[in-house]
C-alpha cells in the first residue's frame, strides 16, 4: 500500500510517494495554472506508469493522499475570491477600514491606503451590544439582522461575515443572527467570529472571518472538485489537506475554516526540517519555480506567528512563520530605468516556463543562468525527463547582457548572485532582524534549484553547515508526508501573574481541550493516537502587543506550583525576540491555545538506510562551471544516486541527482548520511 504527499508548486506539482516495497520516491509533473486538479491527476499517474501500474490500480492500492493546495492563497493573491457580506455592531462599520496599522511599515510614505477587504456597500450594522464582562447591555434588534440579510441576498454575496463586539465573552448575539441567516438566506455559508477565531483585536477577528467568508465557496468547490475527480479514477480512501498550523485535515474540517489553508503548503517545509535533523536551532529554505520561503525552528519548535499578512492585509490568525519572496528558479531578470540588473518578483512560472523549458518563454530567468553557467545539465534536467534548450537559454540571456553590457556569462553569473541575495534577505529577515544570529543555526536547504545556490549562500552568511536532503526537490511534500494531523483551539480568559485566575484559566483549558479531542474523534483518531501541546499569549501590563509562549501542562490542568513557571517562560522568549526582559514587571496573560495532533505514522516514513559507500567516491564525468571570479572551471560531476552512506565529496564539484544538483565550493564537503541526505560542512 502506498502513502502519498501531492504539493502544488508555482512551476511542478510534487509527489513524495512511500511504501515498504519501495522506499521513499519523488516524482513530478508541470502545474497546471487554472486546473490544478489536472496537475494533480498528471503526477499520480507518472507515479502510476512508474509502477507499471494503471492510475485505477495504483490508486487502488493508496492508502493515503495528503496534499497542500495553494487555491485559497491564489485566490488571496490576485483578488479572485467570492463577494461576501459583512454583518457588524452598529456604529462600528469601519474596522476593516481602519485595521491596525502596519508596524513594519510605518515609514513608508509611499503606501496608499487600501480598501476596506468588505466594501461599506456590502457592510450591515445591527443594534444591540454585548459589554467586556459578557452582560447584555441592549437586546439584538432582529429586525436589522433580518433587513441585513436582504439587502446582502440582492447585493449578490456568496458568503456573510459575521462579527460582534465581545462575542468571544458572551456568544449569544452572533449565535442568533447566525440562526436567522440559516432562516432567511439557508443557501449563503456563515461565517460567526467567535467560532473561527476568538481573540480580543477587534480587527484580526473581523479580518479573519471575512478573509473565512470569502473564501469557503472558492475552497468548497475546489475541494468537492478534487475529491470527485480521485473517486472517478478509482481512490476510494482518506484525502487530507495541509493547514497553516503545521499539519493536515480533513476535506470537511478545511471547508468548514478555508483560512486555514491560506499559504498551507510551505508551512510543511519546517515540519520536513524537524524530522531531518536533531539541531536545535534552524533555518528551513525552499526554493521553489516562483517563490523562495524561509522558516525556522527555535528550540525544536515551530516559530508560530499572529502576525501574517499578505499585502496590506492581516491573515488574522496564526500561522507556522514562513517568509517568502519572489526568488524562485523561474524568477524573471530584468534590466530597470536606472540601467541595474533586477531578479524577479515576477516568474515565468509553469507556463510559459523559463526560455530554456522550449514551450515559448523568451525571458532569462535564474534556471537559464544557470544552464549558462554550467550548473545544470541541460540533458540531466528531471534525471534526463526533460531536455533543455541551451541555446534558448543563451539567447535570453544574452540580451541581458546586451542591457548591461556584459559578456553573456559575466550576464548569467550577476542574475545568479542577485537572485542569492534576494534570497539571503529573507534569511537575514528571518533571523537578523529577529534578533537572531544565522551562524548559530543549522541550515535544511529544500527546494529543486536551492542546492545550485545554498554554498554561496552559506558563505556569504558565515553559515558553516548545512544539509541538502535526498528529496530537497520535494521537501514540503515530503513534510506532508510525515506530518501528523494539526488542529489548534483558542479563547480567551484574560488575567495576570499576581492575581492569576486559576480556576476559570483551568476551565477554559478543560474546554479547549475537549473540543481538541472531538475534533480529533472527527477526524478517526483513537486517544492512544492523539497528543496536545499548549501556548498561551502573553504580555507585560500596558504593552499593546502580545507574543505566543508554548507550556507544559500535565494531567490538562494548571497548578498553583505551575504560575512561576509561566511568567519565567514568557521573560525568557519576550528575552529572546526583544533582547529585553523586566522580571520586576506583572505578566499579563491573554489568549490560551491548545494545538490537538494526530498521530498519522508519519515517522516511520523516513526511508531505508544506504548501504555504505564502497571505497573513495567517483565522478562520472567533468564539465565547465563559469564560477565568477575564479572564472570557468572544469569540474568533477558526481552521480548522488549512486553514492553510499559515508561517502565524501570535496568542493569544487557537482553532484547531480535526478530533482536536484548541487554545487559544492572550495573548502566545502559534502558527507551522505544513512538515508542519503547530503552533510555539507566549510572547512
Known amino acids: 500500500m502506498f502513502v502519498a504527499c501531492i504539493d502544488i508548486g508555482g512551476t511542478f506539482t510534487d509527489l513524495v510517494l512511500y511504501s515498504r516495497e519501495t522506499d521513499l520516491e519523488i516524482f513530478k509533473s508541470p502545474t497546471t495554472p487554472g486546473e490544478f486538479e489536472n496537475g494533480f491527476i498528471n503526477v499520480l499517474r507518472v507515479a502510476a506508469d512508474s509502477h507499471n501500474r494503471a492510475l485505477g490500480d495504483f490508486l487502488a492500492k493508496t492508502d493515503l493522499i495528503v496534499h497542500g493546495t495553494t487555491v485559497s492563497t491564489n485566490a488571496l493573491v490576485e483578488g479572485k475570491v467570492a463577494p461576501a457580506g459583512l454583518i457588524c455592531n452598529a456604529g462600528h462599520p469601519d474596522v476593516l477600514t481602519l485595521r491596525e496599522s502596519p508596524r513594519k511599515r510605518a515609514f513608508n510614505t509611499k503606501i496608499d491606503f487600501p480598501p476596506p477587504y468588505i466594501p461599506r456597500n456590502r457592510t450591515c450594522e445591527v443594534r444591540g451590544r454585548i459589554d467586556a464582562m459578557g452582560n447584555e447591555i441592549e437586546k439584538l434588534n432582529e429586525q436589522d439582522v433580518i433587513a441585513a440579510a436582504k439587502y446582502l441576498k440582492k447585493a449578490g454575496v456568496k458568503a456573510i461575515a459575521v462579527c460582534l463586539l465581545w462575542s468571544i465573552v458572551n456568544p449569544k448575539h452572533e449565535q442568533r443572527v447566525g440562526q436567522i441567516l440559516k432562516r432567511e438566506v439557508p443557501d449563503v455559508p456563515v461565517t460567526l467570529s467567535h467560532e473561527l477565531n476568538p481573540i480580543p483585536r477587534e480587527y484580526r477577528r473581523t479580518i479573519s472571518t471575512a478573509i473565512n467568508a470569502s473564501l469557503f465557496p472558492i475552497v468548497s468547490a475546489y475541494t468537492e472538485k478534487l475529491a470527485n475527480v480521485l473517486k472517478r479514477n478509482g481512490y476510494k480512501n482518506e484525502l487530507l489537506i495541509a493547514n497553516c498550523v503545521g499539519g493536515m485535515m480533513p476535506p470537511e474540517e478545511i471547508i468548514r475554516r478555508p483560512i486555514y489553508s491560506v499559504m498551507s503548503g510551505p508551512t510543511l517545509a519546517p515540519i520536513a526540517g524537524m524530522h531531518l535533523t536533531t539541531a536545535e536551532n534552524v533555518i528551513v529554505v525552499d526554493m521553489g519555480g516562483t517563490t523562495f520561503d524561509v522558516s525556522a525552528l527555535r528550540g525544536r519548535r515551530l516559530v508560530v506567528t499572529p502576525e501574517a499578512t499578505f499585502g496590506m492585509e492581516m491573515l488574522g490568525i496564526p500561522k507556522i512563520d514562513v517568509r517568502s519572496v519572489g526568488a524562485g528558479g523561474g524568477s524573471i531578470a530584468w534590466v530597470d530605468a536606472g540601467g541595474l540588473l533586477r531578479v524577479g518578483p515576477h516568474s515565468a512560472g509553469a507556463r510559459p516556463g523559463p526560455a530554456c523549458y522550449g514551450l515559448g518563454g523568451s525571458d532569462a530567468t535564474v534556471t537559464d543562468a544557470n544552464v549558462v553557467l554550467g550548473i545544470i545539465d541541460p540533458d540531466y534536467y528531471l534525471g534526463g525527463k526533460i531536455k ?259 561517502a565524501r565529496v570535496e568542493g569544487p564539484s557537482v553532484i547531480e541527482l535526478p530533482t536536484t544538483t548541487i554545487l559544492l565550493l572550495d573548502k566545502q564537503a559534502a558527507v551522505v548520511d544513512d538515508h542519503g541526505n547530503f552533510l555539507v560542512e566549510t572547512a
Open 388 to 646: 533543455l534548450d541551451r541555446a534558448k537559454a543563451e539567447a535570453a540571456v544574452g540580451r541581458v547582457a546586451k542591457q548591461l553590457k556584459l559578456k553573456p556569462l559575466d550576464a548569467a553569473y550577476a542574475i545568479y548572485t542577485t537572485s542569492n541575495h534576494n534570497m539571503i534577505g529573507a534569511i537575514e529577515d528571518i533571523t537578523i532582524n529577529e534578533g537572531i544570529d544565522p551562524r548559530d543555526s543549522y541550515v535544511v536547504s529544500g527546494g529543486g534549484a536551492t542546492a545550485c545556490h545554498i554554498g554561496e549562500m552559506a558563505r556569504l552568511l558565515g553559515i558553516r553547515r548545512f544539509m541538502v536532503p535526498k528529496f530537497a526537490a520535494g521537501l514540503s511534500a515530503f513534510g506532508g508526508l510525515i506530518s501528523d494531523v494539526r488542529w489548534e483551539e483558542t479563547g480567551t480568559q484574560n488575567t495576570m501573574d499576581r492575581d492569576f485566575e486559576l480556576a476559570k484559566v483551568n476551565k477554559l483549558l478543560a474546554t479547549l481541550i475537549q473540543r481538541g479531542k472531538a475534533f480529533l474523534k472527527r477526524a478517526g483518531f483513537g486517544e492512544d493516537k492523539q497528543r496536545f501541546e499548549f501556548a498561551f499569549q502573553g504580555r507585560y501590563l500596558y504593552q499593546s502587543w502580545d507574543i505566543e509562549v508554548p507550556f507544559e501542562l500535565t494531567d490538562g490542568k494548571l497548578r498553583k506550583e505551575d504560575l512561576p513557571g509561566l511568567s519565567a517562560a514568557f521573560h525568557q522568549m519576550h528575552e529572546r525576540i526583544y533582547t529585553i526582559k523586566d522580571e520586576a514587571d506583572v505578566v499579563e496573560f491573554t489568549t490560551w491555545k491548545v494545538r490537538a495532533m494526530g498521530d498519522t505514522g508519519g515517522g516511520g516514513r523516513r526511508g531505508r538506510k544506504l548501504s555504505p559507500q564502497q571505497g573513495a567516491s567517483q565522478a562520472k564525468s567533468r564539465r565547465p562551471v563559469y564560477l565568477g571570479k575564479a572564472g570557468l572551471q572544469t569540474l568533477p560531476i558526481y552521480e548522488g544516486a549512486q553514492l553510499g552512506a559515508g
